[in-house]
C-alpha cells in the first residue's frame, strides 16, 4: 500500500480579518516565482481575505476579488500573482483550460479549493488550511509542505510569521 508522506506543518493564528490579511502581507515577502499556495478551507474561512493580503504584501494596487466565475485572475506586482478559485470545476479534465504549468512558471500562484483538482497540481506546493477558531473572527492556518523544496522553507516562513505562531 503507497501512503502519502508525513505533511511537516506550521501553525498560526489570526482574531480579525486585518489580521489574516497582516498574515498574507507578510507571507508574500517569503514567495517567489514558482511558488504555488493551495488554499483549503470551509466557505467564509478567508481564503480570500488572505490573497488579498498577499497581493498587498507583493505591492499589488489593484482590488483582487475571488475568481469563483472567472477561475483565474493574474496580477501584476513585485512578482505575478496568479488567482485560481477552482471551486466551480467539476471534473479535473476542465484543468487542462487553465494551462496550470505556464501559470506556475511565472510569479507565484494561489489556488482557493485547490483541494477540488489535486491530482493535476505539482507535488511542491504548500498546503494552506484555514479554520475557524473559537471567536467568531479567530482564524487557524496550518502550513504543510510534503516536498523538500518547501519543507527546507517552513523555518524561514514562520520566523516572517512569528507573530501569529501557535502550537498545532
Given at each position: 500500500?503507497?501512503?502519502?508522506p508525513t505533511?511537516t ?9 486585518d ?22 478551507g ?7 481575505r ?28 513585485r512578482i ?16 487542462l ?15 482557493e479549493?485547490?483541494?477540488q483538482i489535486?491530482?493535476?497540481?505539482p507535488?511542491?506546493?504548500l ?13 487557524l492556518?496550518?502550513?504543510e ?24
Amino acid at each position: 500500500m503507497n501512503s502519502s508522506p508525513t505533511p511537516t506543518v506550521r501553525c498560526f493564528a489570526t482574531h480579525a480579518p486585518d489580521a489574516t490579511g497582516a498574515f498574507g502581507e507578510a507571507l508574500a515577502t517569503q514567495l517567489g516565482n514558482g511558488d504555488l499556495l493551495v488554499l483549503t478551507g470551509d466557505l467564509g474561512a478567508g481564503k480570500t481575505r488572505l490573497t488579498q493580503g498577499i497581493g498587498i504584501g507583493l505591492g499589488i494596487t489593484d482590488r483582487i476579488t475571488s475568481p469563483t466565475f472567472t477561475i483565474a485572475s493574474r496580477y501584476e506586482g513585485r512578482i505575478v500573482l496568479n488567482h485560481l478559485d477552482v471551486y466551480r470545476i467539476d471534473q479535473i479534465e476542465e484543468t487542462l483550460d487553465l494551462d496550470l504549468p505556464e501559470l506556475l512558471e511565472s510569479g507565484a500562484t494561489v489556488i482557493e479549493w485547490g483541494e477540488q483538482i489535486d491530482p493535476a497540481l505539482p507535488s511542491d506546493r504548500l498546503v494552506v488550511r484555514l479554520a475557524y477558531g473559537d471567536g467568531d473572527d479567530d482564524r487557524l492556518i496550518r502550513f504543510e509542505a510534503n516536498e523538500a523544496g518547501w519543507i527546507d522553507r517552513l523555518d524561514d516562513l514562520a520566523a516572517a510569521l512569528a507573530d501569529w505562531s501557535v502550537e498545532c
